[in-house]
């Protein structure tokens, strides 16, 4: 491969696997290209979107339905990772998802509204509507496994379609 066309090879992959291929194919058959996409952006300098693979990569994880606990470790692992790389932004979306798992496992409950409300926080200031419409659909989904049909209302109500800001992710379908 030549030098030039390696450092595209990170992007197209993000975008064919996180736009195109989940309408095709197995959302699991995604997770080997993605971690080859964040290895292949690391080895070509491409570090911001090689992590961008590991972010799709873990959104994938977390909808194919993978056990929490397995899911939670890698994500733990994970976020050193990004620190050390300076990809604050892919390390707060997944953070987001940690949080998201933390809470449906039970486990420090608190600690999860505080990551995912410091996010939206972020969000606003920041005007980063993309990651607002993340974090209120993880929120959603939240509400909706226990049961906290209120919540899920007036989250809906005060967030509106958050749909529409992601579209083509399988996210945004699911």
């Known amino acids: 491969e030549k030098a030039d066309t390696r ?3 990170a992007h197209t992959v993000f975008t064919t696997q996180c736009y195109c291929y989940h309408w095709t194919s197995p959302l699991q058959d995604s997770l080997a290209p993605l971690l080859k ?3 292949i952006g ?6 911001d979107r090689g992590c961008w693979c590991l972010n799709g990569r873990s959104y ?3 909808f194919i339905g993978r056990p929490l606990d397995s899911i939670q470790k890698e994500f733990e692992a994970t976020i050193p ?3 050390q790389l300076k990809q604050d932004d892919t390390k707060l979306k997944i953070a987001v998802i940690l949080a998201t798992v933390k809470k449906l496992r039970g486990i420090d409950a608190g600690a999860a509204d505080e990551i995912l409300d410091s996010a939206l926080t972020t969000a606003a200031s920041g005007g980063i509507v993309a990651l607002s419409a993340t974090v ?5 989904e939240i509400f909706v496994f226990f049961q906290e049909w209120r919540e ?6 005060k967030a509106g379609n958050v749909r529409l800001t992601l579209v083509c992710l399988y996210s945004s379908v699911r």
């Open 7 to 9: 450092s595209s090879v």
């Open 37 to 39: 996409g964040y290895q």
């Open 42 to 47: 690391l080895e070509s300098g491409e570090t």
């Open 60 to 62: 994938h994880l977390y």
């Open 81 to 83: 990772v990004l620190t």
């Open 136 to 140: 209120n659909a993880f929120k959603l």
């Open 152 to 157: 899920a209302l007036d989250l809906v109500q």
